[in-house]
């Protein structure tokens, strides 16, 4: 017997909250919203699991040059991540936005699945007042304090050419940002709502095998092991899942191939019978009457002749 395993809820929550980003990620919806907020707004923005050990918007097109420089070193990079997973110890219900030791502007909004954050919609990486030299010259000193060598022309360059948006405006992108983290949230739930409904892969599986394959005497022992479990965890889960045992589930695929070849009046009920699995015509006969409620023959004569 397989004994299934258990783990903590909150490792079952975060397991399915990294699947559901996925999969929030990948949908055609995301994908279009995102091409037109970065078109639109000339923003980054990222879509970041609850729990993440990587700065967010690194690589993201709009990406501010400075921010991606200052990503290539490690101890600067471990300080954006302090800065990232202090925006999410205070975004677990409601948006923030928090300015970084070097001035830029990040945002994260929470995305829902009922009462629980599942992962955060984040853009940023902005100025809300124009950079000047005097303030490069304060994070200039900063990194030096670090210990890091670096290209002061490339950063300078970087920093002063970070995108500028004014409080208004920038307030105005969040909305938009919000409204879609809401919706991303009704999203959530559907996905939710259908992989629960989903067939499990096991039983996926051995429908197929079985569907391949019920010509031949097949056994539950053969499509638990073309499966990989047990056939005790198998006989179990398929009726759980299916409603009928084995050999009720292969017995109803057999029988509604058999009322297909019945349609061809030159097979014999017999040859039809050996056809489709069935190792004797009385048997066939027997379990035809009982799924139809007619026999074989009876059943082909009620067809419409061609």
Same mark, same amino acid.
């Given at each position: 017997?397989?004994?299934?395993?258990?783990?903590?809820?909150?490792?079952?929550?975060?397991?399915?909250?990294?699947?559901?980003?996925?999969?929030?990620?990948?949908?055609?919806?995301?994908?279009?919203?995102?091409?037109?907020?970065?078109?639109?707004?000339?923003?980054?923005?990222?879509?970041?699991?609850?729990?993440?050990?990587?700065?967010?918007?690194?690589?993201?097109?709009?990406? !501010?040059?400075?921010?991606?420089?200052?990503?290539?070193? !490690?101890?600067?990079?471990?300080?954006?991540?302090?800065?990232?997973?202090?925006?999410?110890?205070?975004?677990?219900?409601?948006?923030?936005?928090?300015?970084?030791?070097?001035?830029?502007?990040?945002?994260?909004?929470?995305?829902?699945?009922?009462?629980?954050?599942?992962?955060?919609?984040?853009?940023?990486?902005?100025?809300?007042?124009?950079?000047?030299?005097?303030?490069?010259?304060?994070?200039?000193?900063?990194?030096?304090?670090?210990?890091?060598?670096?290209?002061?022309?490339?950063?300078?360059?970087?920093?002063?050419?970070?995108?500028?948006?004014?409080?208004?405006?920038?307030?105005?992108?969040?909305?938009?940002?919000?409204?879609?983290?809401?919706?991303?949230?009704?999203?959530?739930?559907?996905?939710?709502?259908?992989?629960?409904?989903?067939?499990?892969?096991?039983?996926?599986?051995?429908?197929?095998?079985?569907?391949?394959?019920?010509?031949?005497?097949?056994?539950?022992?053969?499509?638990?092991?073309?499966?990989?479990?047990?056939?005790?965890?198998?006989?179990?889960?398929?009726?759980?899942?299916?409603?009928?045992?084995?050999?009720?589930?292969?017995?109803?695929?057999?029988?509604?191939?058999?009322?297909?070849?019945?349609?061809?009046?030159?097979?014999?009920?017999?040859?039809?019978?050996?056809?489709?699995?069935?190792?004797?015509?009385?048997?066939?006969?027997?379990?035809?009457?009982?799924?139809?409620?007619?026999?074989?023959?009876?059943?082909?004569?009620?067809?419409?002749?061609?």
């Amino acid at each position: 017997m397989e004994s299934k395993e258990t783990y903590p809820k909150e490792w079952n929550d975060r397991e399915q909250d990294n699947h559901l980003t996925v999969a929030l990620t990948e949908s055609p919806v995301f994908k279009e919203f995102k091409g037109s907020f970065n078109e639109a707004t000339g923003l980054p923005l990222a879509l970041r699991p609850k729990i993440c050990w990587q700065l967010p918007l690194h690589g993201e097109d709009n990406e !501010s040059p400075f921010c991606s420089v200052m990503a290539e070193a !490690s101890k600067t990079c471990s300080g954006c991540l302090q800065h990232q997973q202090k925006i999410i110890d205070e975004c677990q219900t409601i948006p923030v936005s928090i300015e970084c030791p070097h001035g830029l502007i990040d945002t994260a909004v929470p995305v829902k699945l009922g009462d629980r954050t599942v992962a955060f919609l984040q853009t940023g990486h902005i100025f809300q007042k124009k950079p000047t030299k005097a303030k490069f010259s304060l994070v200039v000193k900063q990194i030096e304090e670090l210990g890091l060598g670096y290209d002061k022309e490339k950063l300078s360059q970087a920093y002063l050419g970070t995108k500028v948006v004014e409080r208004k405006q920038y307030e105005a992108i969040i909305i938009m940002v919000k409204l879609f983290a809401q919706y991303l949230s009704v999203l959530s739930n559907q996905i939710v709502v259908r992989q629960k409904n989903a067939e499990p892969a096991i039983i996926v599986k051995a429908k197929q095998f079985i569907s391949e394959n019920y010509s031949e005497s097949i056994s539950l022992e053969q499509v638990a092991k073309a499966v990989n479990t047990s056939s005790f965890y198998f006989c179990k889960m398929f009726k759980r899942i299916t409603g009928l045992n084995f050999t009720e589930y292969v017995s109803r695929v057999r029988i509604e191939r058999a009322k297909n070849l019945l349609l061809n009046p030159n097979l014999r009920i017999s040859e039809i019978a050996f056809d489709v699995g069935f190792q004797s015509l009385t048997h066939f006969n027997r379990v035809f009457r009982k799924l139809v409620g007619l026999s074989p023959s009876n059943y082909r004569g009620q067809l419409p002749s061609s």
